[in-house]
């Protein structure tokens, strides 16, 4: 994959097609942020949901 790495979504999830394996960066121009809890109060309750397994 030539992945062009969008400099504005820093990302470190390896495991995501999207992401730049050569660097930190996820290669989409946009993500969707979503949460899997009903009243999120911490970091940990949300979720990149653009997220594919590569």
Known sequence: ???????CIKCTVTEC???CKQQDYCS???ITVGTHEANPTMDQCTDCKSF???
């Open 52 to 54: 594919e397994l590569g």
């Open 17 to 19: 097609k999207h992401h």
């Open 28 to 30: 989409l121009n946009c």
């Open 1 to 7: 994959m030539n992945c062009k790495p969008n400099e």
